[in-house]
Nanobody
Framework: QVQVVESGGGLVQPGGSLRLSCAAS????????MGWYRQAPGKQRELVAT???????NYADSVKARFTISRDSAKDMVYLQMNSLKPEDTAVYYC??????????????WGQGTQVTVSS
């Protein structure tokens, strides 16, 4: 199985910046893509950004000009640089990895989330 762990969340003022990190570990054969999702109170989980093995990225329209996703394949890690943060960015941010482990089929593994709060 694959373990996915997020870190870097916290409290930041509007207009500020924050960098989230995510590490995947376990019996990983191949990671096809990794991504960030978020869930605000009372709302459904939504896609923030994804990055595939060749480096192509996809962003939600609401964050496209402000957030940057990057990946360190050698370390099985993904990062989310968040700039110009707004109160509406407040949410629990979840990382995932679409991966194949030894002796199993491909599966999407999820972390437990890290809280990001944007407030004055």
């Amino acid at each position: 199985q694959v373990q996915v762990v997020e870190s870097g969340g916290g409290l930041v003022q509007p207009g500020g910046s924050l960098r989230l990190s995510c590490a995947a570990s376990g019996r990983i054969l191949t990671i096809y893509s990794m991504g960030w999702y978020r869930q605000a109170p009372g709302k459904q989980r939504e896609l923030v950004a994804t990055i595939a093995s060749l480096g192509n990225t996809n962003y939600a329209d609401s964050v496209k000009a402000r957030f940057t996703i990057s990946r360190d394949s050698a370390k099985d890690m993904v990062y989310l640089q968040m700039n110009s943060l707004k109160p509406e960015d407040t949410a629990v941010y979840y990382c995932n990895a679409y991966a194949k482990v030894t002796g199993s089929t491909s599966y999407t593994y999820w972390g437990q989330g890290t809280q990001v709060t944007v407030s004055s």
